[in-house]
């Protein structure tokens, strides 16, 4: 499921280094001896800070650079002590240490504190200051405001402790003889420290982004309460480049009144020396947040008698919190006391929930509305790929990456974790994922296709293989268009990463236009799922006026509440339908139809931008009147729907994306018939209307129908050329009747462009004669009297005398005509209505246009004597 890149291994990046040191400090051509290190810190930099048992009964601590792939020694204490917590500060002049003590056999006597703090003047080593000795554990972490802070002679310190409360220490620093960076009142350090925050009974540390989320009971219960109810509040407290700060985010929790047995930390380093006890096993709760405004914080419930495991993730950005219940199993042993906790870990804007030898649940966190756009796997055969247990698996987090790290304790590794493409295309193409029925593994197949069109998408050879995919399986399954879902969710690609609100707004899948879903993808097997909406989180402070992640937090907060409020904010395609056939039966150029004209054009010429150098395949060649206003309705409707709901993001943003989206709709029907005629290998003769179709071309004809189907569904614009190529396929591989239920039936779409070829490519032999008068019955009059001009036929060439005739006629005016004199020449009285027509003509020759200017096979004697005839049928005197 996961694809893990390893990006650190202690053994190979670090003990091999430590291997030479101790050599050289023991003076042998080869150290020996056993080396005990550990991981102890991730700074915000990458730097990664680790210790280990030294010769002589030393401990030594050192940091690994990820950036330059060095090592450095930072401390050395001259005796085996056991760090529990340590940073360093962002100029690397100063060291803070916790150190866990258990006091030997002849110390047990003397009084002495579990823990001890220190800082450590290290540029160069110097000075130690002696910060906490308490009997409970005590972190430190230095902030780090990200910038380059070589010349800032200040350092600022947290200080979090198992008692509940936080300190914030100002270490000022200064320079002696030009290089020794010494504290300037050590003495005075104690009095510097700010107590930002009193009673917290789990708090998390995220250095990318110097943010402090801890939670503690609610403030409106007392102390005497607090085992019975079970209402907690979540604060965040956000650190500033200036290390000024603030509680910009209250977010109320309801929560087991035992759920905090003792107070845990999160992202505060690694404790090698702590082991919880039974009773007070880990709770598995992290918060996660995104730059462009997203916010999850996840939890699990403590294990109860009952088969299944119960986990919430709050989703801020939603104002909404949905709880899961996994069922694990009936043949699952007892789990009474087992320490069933799972892992929370971010890949994009997804969060995968894992139970080693249970289940994996890939929430998606931007369409959580329904179960089906979420994958969720169970089985003892679910493995994410590590060679551990779980439980020595700690989740890193970089907002910045919006990615996952994993951090196997036990090997000594770091990963990068992201999903695996080639276990998802799996998921696609197997019959039965999962060992599922067919119905219940479109859940499956649906959540996997988002999970690779809009998170991995970007990749152009995965793309492909996902239209391969659609090519080998054309039919449309039980309980979705997968068509239709690779259309909307690529569309939605290009778009997701603007705007967390577009997410309301703009289309995701097809399954929400169905006006019933199926059953299958409204529950999952095995998972329950409950969703409580407006979870009221209160902004604070600076928050409100913020530029950065807090403001888009916010507005994103109070749009979904606007949006949860208001009717249809999702932009439904099928809705323009009727303006569609309204625009269509509109004779005459109206002002709306210039305007979509005018969005037409911007559409087409980013399109022919971006297709320069791809003219595979014969599309945007032509003129289709009736695609150009679809596309230019598409764009219309679109840009009043983000107008109405997101006025925000203003109106020139808004148009380009708009145009933008389209034009990407156009696109992605071109990319998807370029692959299908690549892997086909296609050629200019398919265009060829006198050639039969081979069983590639009746692929391609195929699957150019069921695109045509899936966007006819949902009312999108095609290429303007593609009806023409749809009939070119048809006219080759149906056979002419069945060609002519389709298009009696609305299926094909006659153009002027193919009609115009086949009259000219085909002879006039009797099979395509039928097919040539039977299409021409079926032509709109106008199209209808510009085709007989191409076709070089009897009945065409009657036809244009008919309506030449016609025109002359329908263009007199008979007030002035006098009727010609018996005394002028050329005057015959045998059949006077013949004569008329033969003086009108005459006189009015001139002011016409000639039908056939450049046809060369009009018989002059044939036109006669089809006027005649035709004057005869109107006098009554002939036969049709």
């Not at 940091?63 to 450095?72: A, E, F, G, I, L």
């Not at 649940?361 to 179960?371: A, D, G, P, V």
């Not at 056939?581 to 399109?607: A, C, F, Q």
């Not at 015959?828 to 046809?855: H, R, V, W």
Request: glycine letters at 4%; a neutral charge.
């Amino acid at each position: 499921m996961l694809k893990l890149t390893p990006t650190f291994d202690l053994q190979r990046d670090v003990v091999s280094d430590i291997f030479r040191r101790e050599a050289s400090v023991c003076r042998v051509p080869e150290y020996s001896g056993a080396v005990d290190t550990c991981i102890l810190n991730i700074e915000r930099d990458g730097g990664i800070l680790y210790s280990w048992k030294g010769a002589a009964g030393t401990t030594r601590i050192g940091r690994y650079d990820s950036n330059t792939k060095q090592n450095k020694l930072l401390y050395t204490f001259d005796k085996q002590v056991c760090v529990s917590s340590c940073s360093l500060n962002e100029e690397e002049t100063l060291l803070a240490v916790s150190l866990a003590q258990n006091p030997s056999r002849d110390e047990r006597l003397q009084p002495i504190s579990k823990c001890l703090t220190l800082l450590i003047e290290i540029h160069p080593i110097n000075n130690t200051q002696v910060l906490k000795a308490v009997d409970c554990r005590v972190k430190v972490q230095f902030l780090n405001s990200g910038t380059d802070g070589r010349s800032v002679l200040e350092s600022h310190l947290l200080l979090l402790t198992e008692d509940g409360y936080v300190d914030l220490y100002h270490v000022l620093l200064t320079k002696q003889e030009g290089y020794r960076v010494v504290m300037a009142n050590p003495e005075r350090l104690s009095k510097t420290a700010e107590r930002i925050v009193e009673d917290f009974c789990w708090a998390q540390w995220d250095g990318h982004t110097q943010r402090l989320h801890y939670v503690a009971h609610h403030p409106t219960h007392t102390q005497a309460c607090k085992t019975a109810l079970n209402k907690f509040l979540m604060r965040c407290v956000q650190f500033y480049p200036n290390h000024n700060c603030e509680t910009v985010l209250e977010l109320p929790l309801e929560l087991p009144a035992t759920f905090f047995p003792t107070v845990k930390f999160v992202n505060l380093g690694f404790d090698h020396y702590h082991v919880e006890k039974p009773e007070q096993g880990p709770v598995s709760m992290k918060v996660f947040t995104n730059r462009i405004g997203s916010m999850c914080v996840c939890y699990s419930q403590p294990p109860t008698d009952k088969q299944e495991l119960i986990y919430t993730v709050v989703l801020v950005h939603k104002d909404c919190s949905k709880t899961f219940t996994v069922s694990l199993g009936g043949d699952q042993p007892s789990h009474r006391g087992a320490r069933l906790h799972p892992l929370f870990i971010p890949i994009g804007y997804h969060i995968l929930v894992y139970l080693q030898g249970h289940f994996l649940h890939c929430i998606n966190t931007r369409q959580q509305e329904m179960l089906c756009h979420s994958l969720f796997l169970s089985g003892v055969d679910v493995d994410m790929g590590l060679r551990c247990q779980s439980a020595n698996i700690a989740v890193l987090y970089a907002e910045e990456e919006s990615s996952g790290g994993l951090l196997d304790s036990a090997n000594g590794r770091i990963y990068t974790a992201e999903l695996n493409p080639s276990f998802l295309l799996q998921i696609l193409r197997s019959d039965t994922p999962s060992r599922c029925p067919s119905s219940k593994a479109d859940p499956q197949r649906l959540a996997a296709l988002h999970c690779l069109l809009v998170y991995m998408g970007d990749d152009p050879s995965l793309e492909l293989k996902i239209i391969e995919w659609l090519c080998d399986n054309m039919s449309a399954f039980e309980s979705f268009d997968q068509i239709q879902e690779f259309i909307l969710a690529s569309l939605y690609r290009i778009s997701y990463e603007k705007s967390l609100s577009l997410d309301k707004v703009l289309p995701y899948s097809s399954v929400l236009d169905k006006k019933e879903i199926p059953a299958c993808l409204l529950e999952v097997p095995g998972v329950l799922c409950t969703t409580e909406l407006h979870i009221e989180p209160v902004f604070k402070g600076k928050a409100r006026s913020l530029q950065g992640f807090w403001s888009e937090l916010q507005w994103n907060t109070e749009r979904t509440k606007y949006l949860h409020a208001v009717p249809n904010p999702r932009y439904r395609t099928s809705h323009i339908q009727a303006d569609w056939e309204k625009l269509k039966s509109e004779r005459r150029p109206s002002g709306h139809r210039n305007n979509t004209e005018e969005n037409t054009k911007k559409v087409l010429s980013m399109v022919d931008t971006w297709c320069l150098d791809k003219k595979l395949v014969p599309l945007f060649q032509e003129e289709d009147h009736q695609q150009r206003a679809l596309i230019g309705l598409t764009v219309d409707k679109l840009r009043e729907h983000l107008n109405r709901h997101l006025p925000r993001l203003g109106k020139k943003k808004i148009d380009s994306l708009v145009v933008n989206y389209v034009a990407k709709l156009l696109e992605l029907i071109r990319h998807m018939l370029e692959s299908v005629w690549l892997k086909h290998k296609l050629g200019p003769r398919v265009l060829c209307l006198k050639r039969q179709g081979t069983p590639a071309e009746w692929s391609v004809f195929h699957f150019m129908f069921r695109i045509l189907e899936a966007t006819r569904g949902l009312c999108l614009p095609l290429p303007p050329g593609y009806h023409t190529l749809l009939a070119v396929f048809a006219v080759r591989c149906l056979p002419h009747h069945t060609f002519l239920q389709y298009i009696d039936h609305g299926l094909l779409q006659l153009t002027e462009t193919f009609v115009s070829r086949l009259m000219t490519d085909l002879d006039n032999d009797a099979a395509n004669e039928r097919l040539k008068f039977s299409i021409l019955k079926r032509l709109p009059e106008p199209m209808g009297q510009r085709i007989y001009h191409m076709w070089d036929h009897p009945v065409s060439s009657a036809s244009i005398s008919r309506d030449y005739t016609r025109t002359l006629l329908e263009r007199h005016d008979n007030k002035g005509c006098a009727f010609p004199s018996r005394d002028k020449p050329g005057f015959t009285p045998e059949f006077l209505p013949l004569t008329y027509l033969a003086k009108i003509l005459s006189d009015i020759e001139e002011q016409a246009l000639n039908p056939f200017g450049e046809q060369e096979n009009v018989d002059a004697k044939f036109v006669e004597e089809t006027a005649l005839k035709q004057t005869l049928i109107l006098l009554g005197l002939g036969e049709k």
